[in-house]
């Protein structure tokens, strides 16, 4: 097995950002109409038209974040054993990136299921 290096933060934060796309273009519009915020919801729509955009193609989106949390949380599983550096200050960091990539992976997961959640399962509900 391989060392882990600094690379291994790099699918965990493409997973963190399109699931941040989600929770744009599904969560918030929804949770804002499920308050009773459809100025607020207006508002925003008309000063940021990219969110149609993404509410349109909302699985396509999904599909795409789903497939890259997928893929990110393999890679962290597989490294989870792998060895750190010998020299204390490399090992240390090692360490380090691997909870920071823990922490970056649930906080997407947690978002996309949100995003998720107001997308598909709320319109569903109501």
């Known amino acids: 097995m391989k060392p882990i290096s600094s690379k291994s933060l790099l699918l965990p934060s493409l997973s963190l950002f ?27 729509l008309s ?38 550096p010998a020299d ?8 380090r990136l691997r909870v920071a990539s823990l922490v970056i992976y649930f906080f997407s997961a947690t978002i996309y299921a949100i995003g998720f959640f107001f997308a598909f399962i709320i319109t569903k509900i109501t």
Request: with cysteine.
């Open 18 to 44: 399109t699931s941040l796309g989600t929770l744009f273009c599904c969560a918030l519009p929804a949770l804002f109409v499920v308050l009773g915020a459809g100025a607020v919801l207006a508002g925003i």
């Open 47 to 84: 000063s940021a038209p990219f969110l149609i955009v993404l509410s349109k193609y909302k699985v396509l989106l999904f599909f795409f974040s789903g497939t890259l949390m997928a893929i990110s949380g393999y890679f962290i599983w597989r490294n989870k054993k792998a060895p750190c």
């Open 88 to 95: 204390p200050l490399k090992a240390k960091a090692c360490k």
